[in-house]
């Protein structure tokens, strides 16, 4: 079956990096882009971008721009989602989200990740 | 930004009630709205897709409705399992946006 597999918690100081990866099953893996979302402790859902896991072409909400970056390793089927310059108010659970039709960003997103908690505290 | 907006923002209700949750787009977005539940401590589920459309393998007792502005999500006769969280996302236009989320507790 379709499953994203998720990299393990973390704790980071203010302003280091993390780079959370989403390992893919169950389907193509270049076939179909990948979105990342997060989601504060106790917050709503906040849409970061996505990667084409075919050219690995980025789009990248515009809060984001500068700070986040998206790869993929297409040879074990993972994407990776990166973000430098931590702040504690990027506490946060990130999800890696697959687009639900293939070929096009513009779908809804199933099936997600598990979630990968990144806590920033000094 | 595309603003979703979601009413209400928490909700009791009863097993076996039916209950409706409201999805408000500050702009038109055709029928490019998904529903998801989220449990605590859980990814997100996806529920409806282009407004009115079961995703494969959600029960038919979960039904979206809408198009433009106003969309409707609708459960009915509740059990245990569906007290959870309920989000609506605009897949129209960059950025996604998602409601600020609806509580649905038991009362």
């Known amino acids: 079956q379709v499953q994203l597999v998720q990299s393990g918690a973390e704790v980071k100081k203010p302003g280091a990096s993390v780079k959370v990866s989403c390992k893919a099953s169950?389907?193509?893996?270049?076939?179909?882009?990948m979105h990342w979302v997060r989601q504060a402790p106790g917050q709503g859902l906040e849409w970061m971008g996505w990667?084409?896991?075919?050219?690995?072409?980025?789009n990248y909400a515009q809060k984001f721009q500068g700070w986040v970056t998206m790869t993929r390793d297409t040879s074990i089927s993972t994407a990776y989602m990166e973000l430098s310059r931590l702040r504690s108010d990027d506490t946060a659970v990130y999800y890696c989200?697959?687009?639900?039709?293939?070929?096009?960003?513009?779908?809804?997103?199933?099936?997600w990740g598990q979630g990968t908690l990144v806590t920033v505290s000094s | 930004d595309i603003q979703m907006t979601q009413s209400p923002s928490s909700l009791s209700a009863s097993v076996g009630d039916r209950v409706t949750i409201t999805c408000r787009a500050s702009?038109?977005?055709?029928?490019?709205l998904a529903w998801f539940q989220q449990k605590p401590g859980k990814a997100p589920k996806s529920l409806i897709y282009?407004?009115?459309s079961l995703q494969s393998g959600v029960p038919s007792k979960f039904s979206g409705s809408g198009s433009g502005t106003d969309f409707t999500l609708t459960i009915s006769s509740l059990q245990p399992e569906d007290f959870a969280t309920y989000y609506c996302?605009?897949?129209?236009?960059?950025?996604?946006?998602f409601g600020q989320g609806t509580r649905l507790e038991i009362k």
């Open positions: 989200a697959r687009s639900a039709v293939a070929g096009t960003a513009l779908a809804w997103f199933d099936p």
């Open positions: 169950g389907y193509t893996f270049t076939g179909y882009y």
């Open positions: 990667i084409n896991p075919n050219s690995g072409g980025t």
């Open positions: 702009q038109g977005i055709s029928n490019y």
């Open positions: 282009a407004a009115s």
């Open positions: 996302q605009q897949y129209n236009s960059y950025p996604f946006t």
